[in-house]
């Protein structure tokens, strides 16, 4: 699963190139929308990238990396609130590829990128794995190595007095899906008020 998302974000990133396949992928990526809208209010034709003005950008390189901005209103605000920046203290590749996808989707969000901290002095979310000791303390140590290297927990809570969106992996990879969980239960409109969910995959080897 880590290897199709890393190769979506490739293709994500990736500019110019075949006309073809670039409709093919805007092709795959309608029906993925159209199969897979979320149950919580967004409608196909809402998420379809067909649908309404939103064609001309569309060339299906995003595939599922797809974040259409917040309508205003109270969901927006509350989520301003809690993503004021990102704190991140831990070194490895894959927690960089969370931190910066983190970053874009929450940008594309609410229009403004959030800073990547080593600490929060705001309101924020707070990504890391076990390994570190504020995020395993505010995940709950056991419970976050039970999950395994590849499980998380998404969990909203308070530190130091201010509000946090906590995405805790048990590994580097946890956190890159806890990352990936976020942005889904946002763009599908799910309450962030008592978030806590816990996941680990179900299986070892899963493809694109």
């Not at 309608?30 to 409608?43: D, E, K, P, T």
Request: one cysteine or more.
């Amino acid at each position: 699963m880590l290897d199709g998302i890393i190769y979506a974000i490739a293709i994500k990133r990736w500019g110019e190139g075949n006309g073809i396949m670039r409709k093919m992928l805007s092709v795959l990526l309608s029906v993925i929308l159209l199969g897979g809208a979320c149950l919580s209010g967004v409608s196909p034709a809402a998420a379809s990238p067909l649908a309404g003005d939103g064609l001309a950008e569309e060339d299906g390189s995003a595939l599922w990396l797809r974040y259409p901005a917040v309508e205003r209103g109270t969901y927006r605000d509350a989520l301003a609130g809690l993503t004021g920046a990102i704190a991140l203290d831990e070194t490895g590749p894959v927690l960089t590829t969370a931190a910066a996808e983190l970053q874009e989707g929450l940008a594309s969000f609410l229009g403004e990128k959030p800073p990547v901290t080593a600490s929060l002095d705001r309101p924020g979310v707070l990504l890391g794995t076990v390994a570190n000791p504020a995020v395993a303390a505010a995940a709950g140590e056991d419970r976050l190595t039970a999950l395994g290297e590849e499980g998380f927990l998404l969990k909203r809570t308070s530190l130091n007095g201010r509000e946090t969106l906590l995405i805790a992996g048990g590994g580097e990879k946890g956190a890159l899906y806890g990352v990936f969980r976020l942005l889904e239960h946002i763009q599908c409109r799910r309450p962030l008020e008592d978030l806590d969910l816990a996941d680990q995959p179900a299986f070892q080897w899963r493809v694109l």
